[in-house]
């Protein structure tokens, strides 16, 4: 292990240290609250189950995609603390990276890349509140290419678009491929997968 206790001073202002931990320690009650958020319901509840009334269920990628953020940014940043100090990183859950941030925060932010780190862990928690409040922030319109090899077709998977969960609880790309309710998170990671591909 690297001696660490030669004095450093913190790249950030007080203010900024101070927010940065906070937004840490908001990290994992926001990354379980969206879980929540993964597949919303119609605010419009009919206590009494109508027959042939319809499920407006629909995927929520943007849940999705912060939850699933939210573990690559932080594991990205305790791998560089673990390479950097020589130690191990405890676990790979959100609490587990949060609290191993927390401890390092200090060796953190004197070193280099502090604003950046500052800045993404700002970014994520912003990015988490617009998915658990959608009023807090524009949203972008959730479409992407069609999974389908060689299809040319779009996926919406937002709450009001044409590929949002129709009636018998699918999703749909605009040439009419469809997913089914439990096959979303197979499709979610097939879009993770072919974003990469593109990159």
């Known amino acids: 292990m690297r001696d660490t206790t030669d004095v450093r001073h913190s790249l950030l202002c007080d203010a900024c240290v101070g927010k940065l931990e906070r937004d840490l320690r908001a990290l994992p009650g926001l990354h379980q609250e969206g879980l929540h958020h993964i597949m919303a319901t119609s605010r419009r509840r009919n206590p ?15 849940a999705l995609d912060a939850r699933g953020n939210i573990v690559a940014i932080l594991e990205s940043w305790a791998s560089y603390v673990a390479d950097e100090l020589g130690v191990t990183v405890p676990g790979r859950s959100v609490p587990h990276l949060t609290c191993f941030l927390l401890h390092h925060l200090e ?17 994520l928690r912003t990015e988490l509140l617009r998915v658990i409040d959608p009023e807090s922030g524009d949203r972008t319109p959730l479409t992407r290419q069609c999974v389908v090899d060689r299809c040319t ?25 469809a997913w089914e309710v439990r096959e ?16």
């Open 107 to 123: 060796w953190l932010t004197t070193q280099p890349p502090a604003e950046d780190f500052a800045a993404e862990i700002r970014d």
């Open 153 to 177: 077709g779009t996926i919406d998977a937002s709450p009001h678009g044409p590929g949002a969960a129709a009636g018998n609880g699918s999703i749909r790309c605009s040439a009419g491929h």
């Open 48 to 62: 009494t189950k109508v027959s042939g009334s319809r499920r407006r269920d629909h995927l929520n990628v943007s």
């Open 184 to 199: 979303w998170l197979v499709l979610r990671h097939l879009m993770d997968r072919q974003r990469k591909e593109a990159a």
